[in-house]
């Protein structure tokens, strides 16, 4: 891998793991990308049913396990998580 990269560790909980069919991802992304690029190969790689779960408005994304709220950027060796909204009683 070459500077010109950020390779990012994707993770699916919950539901949305059901939604993406599979747990986690990890995706080489061009330097400089964002959010938004990151979606745009989740569209490519799972489909646009898959991206719109991940993307619903109920649903939070952590970056390096703390909540965070796009856009944002990415670095190399940052792990994103979808979290789906809790429920419980």
Known sequence: MTNSAVRVEVRFFASLREATGCPALALELPAGADFAALCAVLADRLGPAALEALTA?????ARNQTLATPPFALADGDEVAFLPPVTGG
Do not use: K, P, S
Request: glycine share 20%.
């Open 57 to 61: 408005g109920n649903v939070r994304v």
